[in-house]
Antibody
């Protein structure tokens, strides 16, 4: 059974940082393109970033470029989203999903709230 | 950038009646490899999204056959032949043709009238 489990969400002040983790199982992580998608409260889905299996190729939506960094540890079957200089507009549920382009499998989501 | 426009954004439907959701793209979604990477997702209240169809009309495992996907080029449609209570939620189209920059439609909220 494929599983994706996000963690690391929480409340952070504007300008702060937070790191989300996504631990996966049930498929070959080392060959999987991975994706982060977010959903602001009461809003639609927004693609955030994609990463290739090696971790060398990354793509970001314009609104997070220069602030968010995706990474992975293939030895730990883990995918990460480092979020810096957070603003209220980054408040959302963050989902990891795979494979990129197809998004068949999703985690349950991690809530990030940016507020003072 | 590719923009996906869904309509309607709100869809009240009587149980047992059909429903139809449109997704229109600002650019053709036919990839140079000949495939059309337009997918449909369902998000029930309080749940993560679930994919229903890949590449326009390929139904995912466990999706009831009352759901169907169709379309080509820039115009796509998700249809439900007879709406059931469990179909309540928000439906999204998503394009992967212009990957790795994926795009979602705004979502269509289906509710029971």
């Amino acid at each position: 059974e494929v599983q994706l489990v996000e963690s690391g969400g929480g409340l952070v002040q504007p300008g702060g940082s937070l790191r989300l983790s996504c631990v996966v199982s049930g498929f070959t992580f080392t060959t999987a393109w991975m994706t982060w998608v977010r959903q602001a409260p009461g809003k639609g889905l927004e693609w955030v970033a994609n990463m290739d299996p090696s971790g060398n190729t990354k793509y970001y939506v314009d609104s997070v470029k220069g602030r968010f960094i995706i990474s992975r540890d293939n030895a730990k079957n883990s995918f990460y989203l480092q979020m810096n200089n957070l603003t209220a507009e980054d408040t959302a549920v963050y989902y990891c999903a795979t494979p990129s382009r197809w998004l068949l499998y999703w985690g349950q989501g991690a809530l990030v709230t940016v507020s003072s | 950038d590719v923009v996906l426009t869904q309509s309607p954004l709100s869809l009240p439907v009587t149980l047992g009646q059909p429903a139809s959701i449109s997704c229109r793209s600002s650019q053709s979604l036919v990839h140079s490899d000949g495939n059309t990477y337009l997918h449909w997702f369902q998000q029930r209240p309080g749940q993560a999204p679930r994919r229903l169809f890949s590449k326009v009309s390929n139904r995912d495992s466990g999706v009831p056959d009352r759901f169907s996907g169709s379309g080509s080029g820039t115009d796509f449609t998700l249809k439900i032949s007879r709406v059931e209570a469990e179909d309540v939620g928000v439906y999204y189209c998503m394009q992967g043709t212009h990957w790795p920059l994926d795009t979602f439609g705004q979502g269509t909220k289906l509710e029971i009238k």
